[in-house]
Each structure stands twice: as structure tokens, then as C-alpha cells.
């Protein structure tokens, strides 16, 4: 004797409602990632460029570098412009501010209770991370699928998405 299972509407509507949210989870959560990584580095490159500029600028005071004048003041003004022109500390300070909207749509995804996830909310989701999408600069496509294959592993699902080769991984923060 063999049973059939049947699904009833309201299950398949429960089910698509649930993979939705999921969905819109997921997005976010590959947001978050990637806005973090982006202002870890431009957190880094403007550090790196401060920092090189003092040692160069202390550099002045010693004897052996005084004969190098023209070089070491023109590295100083070469630092100090890639800072000026990129605008590390504006990149990060973006960047922290979508992460930290992306981690606030996670929580208000989070602490909907089972029992009151709805289309309307799933929709609200959705909305509000469109929303964040377009005050988002252009994204780095390897970037996003690291972000996307990071999250498949700490949701159970690594093969979901293919891991970029480790020369794409390299540069994935200027491509």
C-alpha cells in the first residue's frame, strides 16, 4: 500500500513565501560581505598611504636622504595625490554606511517571527535592498562572487558557486 502525499495550496504558497525570504536573506547578507571587504580595503590603502607618507616625510631629516631631495618630496606629493584623487577615507566611510544598512536590513529580516513573515514583509525586504543597490558605486564582479561563494559556505551550500582561481581572488579588489 503505498500513501500519496499531497501538498495543499497554503503549504506551496508557505514554501515559496519561505524561499523568498531566503533569497532577500541571502542578497543582504552578500551585500554586508561585500561592503565590509571594501572598507577593510580602503581602510588598509589609506593607512598604508599615511603611513608611507610620514616615514618619507621623517626620512627628510636624515643625512642620506638629503641628497635625494627632489625623489623623496616628490614621492610625499605622489602619495599625497593618489589620496586626494582616490579619496580613500570617502570610499570607506561609503562603504561602512551601506554595510552597516545592509546589517540592519539582516536584523529586520532575522527578528520577523516565522509566524509573521508575509508577502508584505518579503516585499518591504526586497524593496529596502533595492533601495540600498542603487546608492551602491559600480560593483568588482569577482568581488561579489567571492562574497557569493563565502556566504554559500556558511549556509551549508559551497558548491552553489565556483570559487574564483587565486590570480582572480589577487586582484579582485581592483577588477
Given at each position: ?7 495543499s495550496d ?9 524561499k523568498r ?89 532575522e527578528e ?64
Amino acid at each position: 500500500m503505498t500513501e500519496q502525499i499531497t501538498v495543499s495550496d497554503e503549504d506551496a504558497e508557505w514554501a515559496d513565501l519561505w524561499k523568498r525570504r531566503s533569497d532577500a536573506h541571502n542578497r543582504v547578507m552578500v551585500s554586508l560581505r561585500y561592503h565590509r571587504k571594501r572598507q577593510r580595503f580602503f581602510d588598509l590603502l589609506d593607512k598604508l598611504t599615511k603611513a608611507a607618507t610620514v616615514l618619507l616625510g621623517a626620512s627628510l631629516l636624515g643625512e642620506a636622504v638629503k641628497a635625494n631631495l627632489p625623489l623623496v618630496a616628490s614621492a610625499i606629493s605622489g602619495l599625497g595625490l593618489l589620496a586626494l584623487v582616490f579619496g580613500y577615507g570617502d570610499r570607506k566611510q561609503a562603504h561602512k554606511e551601506l554595510a552597516e544598512a545592509a546589517a540592519l536590513l539582516v536584523a529586520k529580516i532575522e527578528e520577523t517571527a516565522t509566524a509573521d513573515i508575509s508577502d508584505e514583509a518579503v516585499a518591504k525586504w526586497e524593496a529596502e535592498h533595492s533601495r540600498l543597490n542603487a546608492k551602491e558605486p559600480p560593483a568588482l564582479k569577482t568581488l561579489v562572487i567571492i562574497c557569493e561563494w563565502e556566504q554559500a559556505c556558511a549556509t551549508g551550500n559551497p558548491k552553489h558557486i565556483r570559487r574564483p582561481c587565486w590570480v582572480f581572488r589577487l586582484f579582485a579588489d581592483f577588477v
